[in-house]
């Protein structure tokens, strides 16, 4: 039995006690939630995963992607990236590696974390197909499930699958004016496919299928927005919509067939339009838990896109959003190094926290009320627990060190609070 099924009979899961707890919601309010759909709690049957909601009225919540490849391959680095990504507040991470150790990376990413873990098993079945049968485009139906089946097996708890790419919605990308047509690898794996092998995406015409083996195991679904926009020029066109569309249908599907599933987002997103494409998710998608790229709000900011991303990120999440992937500095130009881990998921949790705040969150608004006391009171310490990255707000006050404790060098003896309290 699927937490979805138990939750539709009315049975609250341990995971959605567990959730209900650390989220101060009532339990069948949370349960309901789970049975309609709207929230999603990302834990395979085979793994002893930290129970985590995603979706209507819970905090915003925070994804790591990580991951190898075939230019830059260390699994412990991948396990240092993991580690520090939990320490500073990841929700989740996706393994995204497609290096030769893949597997080696996914297992030790796993044994040395509790969060929920989600995948791409495409990269797995277009890894194995080029090694074997020269390319990625020779990968059959069978590669495919095969990957699918095995990560399900191990214990991944989400996995990403392009199951809205079709034979028609790459045609509506060929007839496009896009500038930088499929950029999702997982989408190009299969557009690729499609265009090759002139025959339908597998993940689409068998579904059912895929839905057997979510089921089976428990897994979560997140289905890939594989026509994601690229730019900001991209942003809202025919191809973008026409898949969310399918996802719509998908989603309808999966949730008749007892399997959790949430949907994954642009991408690319000038800031006038970040709006729109969260209602537009959440009318056609049904409530689905909306998991979004950014949205990244200019093309202009490499290196800085943790920025870029934080600023849609948290416009997604005021208007809809339920789980933020994070951008490194490192977006566009480089494999992420640790510092660009700790960057990206300090510059999502900010955004997270503003949408919260706006959203009226009370955990949220308590830890807004519990910082401003710590700062009237000057209570150094406290600030530091309560900051997003304690280690870099000690270090600048220590960086011009003053013999007062309630004054800093900003201000120093004209400090505004001490001050009036002075003068009271």
Same mark, same amino acid.
């Given at each position: 039995?699927?937490?979805?099924?138990?939750?539709?009979?009315?049975?609250?899961?341990?995971?959605?006690?567990?959730?209900?707890?650390?989220?101060?919601?009532?339990?069948?309010?949370?349960?309901?939630?789970?049975?309609?759909?709207?929230?999603?709690?990302?834990?395979?049957?085979?793994?002893?995963?930290?129970?985590?909601?995603?979706?209507?009225?819970?905090?915003?919540?925070?994804?790591?992607?990580?991951?190898?490849?075939?230019?830059?391959?260390?699994?412990?680095?991948?396990?240092?990236?993991?580690?520090?990504?939990?320490?500073?507040?990841?929700?989740?991470?996706?393994?995204?590696?497609?290096?030769?150790?893949?597997?080696?990376?996914?297992?030790?990413?796993?044994?040395?974390?509790?969060?929920?873990?989600?995948?791409?098993?495409?990269?797995?079945?277009?890894?194995?197909?080029?090694?074997?049968?020269?390319?990625?485009?020779?990968?059959?139906?069978?590669?495919?499930?095969?990957? $699918?089946?095995?990560?399900?097996?191990? #214990?991944? =708890?989400?996995? *990403?699958?392009?199951? /809205?790419?079709? &034979?028609?919605?790459?045609?509506?990308?060929?007839?496009?004016?896009?500038?930088?047509?499929?950029?999702?690898?997982?989408?190009?794996?299969?557009?690729?496919?499609?265009?090759?092998?002139?025959?339908?995406?597998?993940?689409?015409?068998?579904?059912?299928?895929?839905?057997?083996?979510?089921?089976?195991?428990?897994?979560?679904?997140?289905?890939?927005?594989?026509?994601?926009?690229?730019?900001?020029?991209?942003?809202?066109?025919?191809?973008?919509?026409?898949?969310?569309?399918?996802?719509?249908?998908?989603?309808?599907?999966?949730?008749?067939?007892?399997?959790?599933?949430?949907?994954?987002?642009?991408?690319?997103?000038?800031?006038?339009?970040?709006?729109?494409?969260?209602?537009?998710?959440?009318?056609?998608?049904?409530?689905?838990?909306?998991?979004?790229?950014?949205? $990244?709000?200019?093309?202009?900011?490499? #290196?800085? =896109?943790?920025? *870029?991303?934080?600023? /849609?990120?948290? &416009?997604?999440?005021?208007?809809?959003?339920?789980?933020?992937?994070?951008?490194?500095?490192?977006?566009?130009?480089?494999?992420?190094?640790?510092?660009?881990?700790?960057?990206?998921?300090?510059?999502?949790?900010?955004?997270?926290?503003?949408?919260?705040?706006?959203?009226?969150?009370?955990?949220?608004?308590?830890?807004?009320?519990?910082?401003?006391?710590?700062?009237?009171?000057?209570?150094?310490?406290?600030?530091?627990?309560?900051?997003?990255?304690?280690?870099?707000?000690?270090?600048?006050?220590?960086?011009?060190?003053?013999?007062?404790?309630?004054?800093?060098?900003?201000?120093?003896?004209?400090?505004?609070?001490?001050?009036?309290?002075?003068?009271?």
């Amino acid at each position: 039995m699927t937490q979805l099924y138990q939750a539709g009979q009315g049975q609250p899961t341990d995971e959605i006690r567990k959730v209900a707890e650390y989220e101060g919601i009532d339990v069948q309010k949370l349960t309901r939630r789970v049975a309609k759909g709207h929230v999603v709690i990302p834990s395979n049957k085979n793994r002893n995963t930290k129970p985590c909601g995603v979706g209507k009225g819970l905090r915003t919540k925070i994804n790591a992607n990580l991951g190898s490849s075939p230019e830059l391959e260390n699994v412990q680095l991948e396990v240092k990236k993991a580690k520090i990504a939990a320490e500073y507040g990841a929700d989740a991470l996706m393994d995204l590696s497609t290096g030769p150790k893949f597997r080696q990376v996914r297992q030790a990413i796993m044994e040395s974390t509790d969060i929920p873990l989600g995948t791409v098993p495409i990269y797995q079945a277009g890894i194995t197909a080029s090694d074997a049968k020269k390319a990625v485009v020779n990968m059959d139906e069978d590669d495919m499930f095969r990957a $699918i089946e095995e990560q399900a097996r191990e #214990g991944v =708890d989400f996995m *990403t699958v392009h199951s /809205g790419i079709t &034979l028609d919605t790459v045609e509506k990308v060929k007839k496009s004016e896009r500038v930088m047509g499929v950029v999702s690898r997982g989408g190009a794996f299969l557009t690729a496919w499609i265009l090759h092998n002139q025959e339908e995406n597998p993940l689409y015409q068998n579904y059912d299928y895929l839905l057997e083996i979510a089921r089976e195991h428990d897994v979560t679904l997140s289905l890939g927005d594989g026509l994601r926009p690229g730019c900001l020029a991209d942003a809202s066109d025919i191809p973008q919509m026409g898949e969310l569309l399918i996802l719509g249908d998908l989603v309808k599907r999966a949730r008749e067939a007892d399997v959790q599933v949430m949907v994954e987002g642009p991408g690319h997103v000038p800031l006038n339009q970040v709006e729109a494409n969260m209602q537009i998710q959440k009318t056609v998608c049904k409530g689905a838990p909306f998991y979004v790229l950014g949205p $990244i709000v200019t093309d202009l900011a490499p #290196g800085y =896109d943790h920025i *870029t991303s934080a600023i /849609g990120g948290a &416009l997604a999440a005021r208007s809809g959003a339920d789980f933020l992937c994070y951008v490194t500095p490192a977006e566009h130009l480089s494999i992420p190094g640790l510092q660009d881990v700790k960057d990206g998921l300090v510059a999502s949790k900010i955004a997270a926290q503003a949408a919260d705040v706006a959203n009226g969150l009370k955990s949220a608004w308590d830890k807004e009320m519990e910082m401003a006391h710590a700062r009237k009171d000057f209570q150094w310490e406290k600030q530091y627990q309560l900051a997003f990255d304690p280690e870099k707000a000690r270090k600048c006050r220590e960086r011009r060190p003053t013999a007062e404790s309630d004054m800093c060098t900003m201000c120093g003896e004209f400090c505004a609070l001490r001050m009036v309290r002075d003068n009271i």
